[in-house]
């Protein structure tokens, strides 16, 4: 556990300092949802890794999650997959998002091992769950809230192998494009201009 941590920690240390020094490339994936209900309308704009393809409207749709990332053709299997998954916001706290994600990770692989710790990110309080699966799988999960008048959290995700070769190299690569996402309120054409 403490392995995956560090990992993750210094993968969050690249990753904050790529995002602090400004060094944002070119915007690649916009992925938003309509207002709905007290829910205003929301967008989230990230970044795909050079070489991925990113999905929101075929694999994302099938698998019930807002933007896949995925290198190579899509399996359906979740390891080496970028998942961002957004919802309205109902429990009280990030932390109790957390508290249940964990819950339902033990029920399901009651002997992992876990952990979790804050992520810097510039416009959004982010805390991420580290999962050591006895199925010789991590997963890692990054929280995130925009804010109360968002109406909404979300969550990116990954699965890595214990013996994967790129193990390093591909959470250096989830924490960059979780850090330099960016939530943004969306307004679509028409009610951009029922406002004129």
Same mark, same amino acid.
């Given at each position: 556990?403490?392995?995956?941590?560090?990992?993750?920690?210094?993968?969050?240390?690249?990753?904050?300092?790529?995002?602090?020094?400004?060094?944002?490339?070119?915007?690649?994936?916009?992925?938003?949802?309509?207002?709905?209900?007290?829910?205003?309308?929301?967008?989230?704009?990230?970044?795909?890794?050079?070489?991925?393809?990113?999905?929101? #409207?075929?694999?994302? &749709? !099938?698998? $019930?999650?807002? %933007?896949?990332?995925?290198?190579?053709?899509?399996?359906?299997? /979740?390891? +080496?997959?970028?998942?961002?998954?957004?919802?309205?916001?109902?429990?009280?706290?990030?932390?109790?998002?957390?508290?249940?994600?964990?819950?339902?990770?033990?029920?399901?692989?009651?002997?992992?091992?876990?952990?979790?710790?804050?992520?810097?990110?510039?416009?959004?309080?982010?805390?991420?769950?580290?999962?050591?699966?006895?199925?010789?799988?991590?997963?890692?999960?990054?929280? #995130?809230?925009?804010? &109360? !008048?968002? $109406?909404?959290? %979300?969550?990116?995700?990954?699965?890595?192998?214990?013996?994967? /070769?790129? +193990?390093?190299?591909?959470?250096?690569?989830?924490?960059?494009?979780?850090?330099?996402?960016?939530?943004?309120?969306?307004?679509?054409?028409?009610?951009?201009?029922?406002?004129?």
């Amino acid at each position: 556990m403490r392995q995956i941590q560090t990992m993750v920690a210094a993968a969050l240390l690249m990753a904050a300092s790529v995002a602090w020094a400004g060094d944002k490339p070119d915007p690649g994936v916009l992925v938003y949802g309509k207002p709905d209900g007290d829910v205003p309308g929301w967008a989230i704009m990230a970044d795909a890794p050079l070489g991925w393809t990113p999905d929101c #409207c075929t694999y994302a &749709r !099938a698998i $019930g999650v807002n %933007l896949v990332m995925y290198q190579g053709e899509w399996t359906g299997k /979740p390891e +080496r997959v970028i998942v961002l998954n957004v919802w309205p916001r109902k429990l009280a706290s990030l932390d109790a998002e957390l508290d249940v994600d964990r819950k339902q990770y033990l029920q399901r692989d009651p002997a992992a091992k876990m952990g979790h710790f804050p992520v810097r990110h510039r416009s959004m309080r982010c805390s991420a769950a580290v999962y050591e699966g006895t199925d010789q799988f991590d997963d890692v999960v990054v929280f #995130c809230d925009p804010g &109360r !008048a968002t $109406g909404i959290r %979300l969550s990116w995700s990954m699965t890595i192998a214990d013996a994967d /070769p790129q +193990r390093r190299a591909l959470l250096d690569m989830f924490m960059r494009v979780v850090v330099n996402a960016s939530y943004l309120r969306y307004e679509s054409a028409r009610d951009q201009a029922g406002k004129r």
